[in-house]
């Protein structure tokens, strides 16, 4: 390992290493700071999860309670986002297996629509529209395709997660994973692309 | 992993690029260059990997100030309870230690009183051995009832 390389190993451990040993004293400034640095991330994630706001919104709240409720567990050898992202994950389908016992899917179809949020940023109105009208298509896009094909796609794509990373915060194998990301682009692209003609 | 060269040269970009070893990496570059249809689909897959990214899905301010206050909240009921069960605990071992030290002063004592009663010795062992351990016991069954109802509804609140 190169000392470049191993600079920044050192220097991840010890920010997992702090984070670590802050959720084991239940710091509440150290969780302050965690839940606006990873409040995006999260949410989107659970947005595409659930593709429902007010259920994302729940589940968001509730994996930061759990956080801190199981933060003596989190292992510094991982990144903290891996952690979160499975805490995220295991709360809502925890959840909705209880609410409703089929597989993520059967609630997806039963929502009316995705209510993701609308940007904040307006410089015209053409680009509003544009903007609108992309967020659209992805939405309806990522919708369309199965839940564990969606969260493949999220979490390597938009949040940028290795593939190891996502097999340890969906517990499946990283074959699996490949697979996932290999079906649920496929049955994306086409979508996108009917979407656009 | 398949033999169809499409077939792989799809699954790989789907991997996406910092995920794949530098020959497979070279591999796909040589099969982009001479197929079109797999052309198409890293440019087509590079472009929706583009799309998502520029999507803005923010939280708003509300919902992360009152996460931040649930949670602080939270904390002060964990911290709170944490302190109730250090005093059962010193407590329990406060009247461990007062029960071992006592127990034989008092079992003479008692023996003492029988023997000016006239009590025989097996009537008044039996006497002191309820009078001693059944207040323990009946709070012990009430602590236990106690806890498991707890339990109950912890889990009832969490599931």
Redesign the interface.
């Known amino acids: 390992m190169n000392a470049a390389a191993c600079y920044f190993v050192n220097g991840m451990e010890s920010e997992t290493s702090a984070i670590a040993r802050g959720l084991h004293r239940?710091d509440?400034e150290l969780?302050?700071r965690l839940?606006?640095q990873y409040?995006?991330r999260?949410?989107?994630y659970l947005?595409y999860l659930t593709s429902n706001r007010e259920l994302a919104?729940d589940m968001?709240?509730e994996t930061?309670?759990r956080v801190?409720?199981r933060g003596h567990q989190y292992n510094p050898k991982y990144e903290f986002s891996t952690w979160l992202f499975s805490i995220a994950r295991n709360l809502t389908v925890?959840y909705l297996r209880?609410k409703r016992p089929v597989s993520l899917d059967g609630l997806l179809d039963a929502e009316e629509g995705v209510s993701?949020?609308p940007?904040?940023?307006r410089p015209s109105a053409l680009e509003l529209v544009a903007?609108q009208e992309?967020?659209e298509?992805?939405?309806a896009a990522l919708v369309g395709i199965a839940a564990e094909y969606r969260e493949a796609?999220?979490l390597?794509?938009?949040e940028g997660l290795?593939?190891e990373e996502i097999a340890a915060v969906t517990g499946a194998p990283l074959g699996t994973i490949?697979s996932r990301?290999?079906r649920?682009?496929?049955a994306?692209?086409p979508r996108?692309?009917g979407a656009q003609a | 992993m398949t033999h169809d060269p499409h077939q792989q040269a799809?699954?790989l970009?789907?991997?996406?690029e910092?995920?794949v070893s530098d020959s497979q990496q070279a591999w796909l570059r040589i099969h982009l260059h001479g197929c079109a249809s797999c052309r198409d689909?890293a440019q087509?897959?590079e472009q929706?990997?583009r799309?998502?990214?520029?999507?803005?899905?923010?939280?708003?301010l509300a919902?992360?100030r009152?996460?931040?206050m649930?949670?602080?909240l939270?904390?002060r009921e964990?911290?709170q309870r944490r302190e109730r069960m250090w005093l059962v605990w010193m407590s329990c071992i406060l009247v461990g230690l007062s029960v071992a030290i006592t127990t034989p002063f008092l079992w003479r004592g008692w023996g003492w009183l029988a023997e000016r009663a006239h009590v025989s010795s097996p009537v008044w062992q039996v006497e002191f051995m309820i009078f001693w351990f059944a207040p323990a016991i009946a709070a012990s069954l009430l602590f236990l009832a106690r806890g498991i109802h707890l339990t109950d509804a912890n889990g009832t609140s969490q599931?």
């Open positions: 239940r509440p969780l302050d839940i606006e409040q995006h999260l949410l989107r947005l919104e968001f709240q930061w309670i801190l409720e925890d209880k993701l949020d940007p904040d940023l903007q992309q967020r298509r992805i939405s796609i999220v390597r794509f938009q290795a593939l490949k990301l290999y649920g682009l496929n994306l692209l996108l692309k | 799809q699954e970009i789907a991997c996406g910092h995920d689909y087509a897959a929706f990997v799309s998502l990214r520029s999507v803005p899905v923010v939280a708003d919902l992360v009152t996460t931040q649930r949670v602080r939270r904390s964990l911290q599931g």
